[in-house]
């Protein structure tokens, strides 16, 4: 636990002194994503809102948070009827993104990020890399798309693009400061 407590801190701080040095062009951001899914008799509800601050056209840091609700249905043989559990997760998710290509409203970027397990003493639950796109919809809304990863994923090696790495994102920025 100590470890991973030292790579949330190490995360946090490397954020804020990146965030006291630069104050050009800096943008504050709030948004998230919802999902929901269900598949062989379990369902996930989704909800992760999170903050960001973008200091330049290619830095931005942010902090997110997810919370999931796991719904498994098993059918008892026994008492011939569906009995319901629920497990309910809380993960902080802090991110460094560097934004590599812009094309007009279209970027392309890769987070560092980190998640971390708030229900089990912030134990890791991934730390690694993931590509994504975001599309500047309105001067104060953009969407952004996620996929793939690779890193340490419940601390073993992962690298996966499928689809169930997919997320979709809808930021609004504040104006910026002339």
Same mark, same amino acid.
């Given at each position: 636990m100590k470890h991973q407590l030292k790579s949330l801190v190490i995360v946090i701080g490397v954020a804020a002194l990146v965030?006291?040095?630069?104050?050009?062009?800096?943008?504050?951001?709030?948004?998230? #994503? @919802? +999902?929901? &899914?269900? /598949?062989?008799?379990?369902?996930?509800?989704?909800?992760?809102?999170?903050?960001g601050y973008s200091f330049n056209p290619h830095?931005?840091? #942010? @902090? +997110?948070? &997810?919370? /999931?609700?796991i719904d498994r249905t098993v059918y008892n043989n026994v008492q011939e009827?569906?009995?319901?559990?629920?497990?309910?997760?809380?993960? @902080?998710?802090?991110?460094?993104?560097f934004t590599f290509l812009n094309i007009d409203k279209l970027s392309?970027?890769?987070?560092?990020?980190?998640?971390?397990?708030v229900n089990h003493g912030f134990d890791v639950n991934y730390l690694?890399?993931?590509?994504?796109?975001s599309y500047q919809l309105t001067d104060h809304f953009t969407a952004v798309a996620q996929i793939g990863f690779i890193g340490s994923y419940n601390?073993?090696?992962?690298?996966?693009m499928g689809l169930n790495t997919l997320e979709f994102?809808?930021?609004?920025?504040?104006?910026?400061r002339k």
């Open positions: 965030l006291g040095t630069q104050k050009v062009n800096a943008q504050w951001y709030v948004g998230g #994503g @919802l +999902g929901y &899914s269900e /598949q062989n008799m379990v369902s996930l509800l989704h909800f992760s809102p999170e903050v830095w931005t840091v #942010g @902090l +997110g948070t &997810s919370f /999931q609700r009827t569906y009995i319901i559990s629920r497990s309910d997760y809380w993960f @902080l998710n802090p991110y460094v993104r392309f970027f890769v987070d560092a990020a980190g998640s971390f397990d690694g890399f993931r590509p994504g796109l601390h073993n090696f992962r690298a996966e994102s809808l930021y609004y920025q504040f104006k910026k």
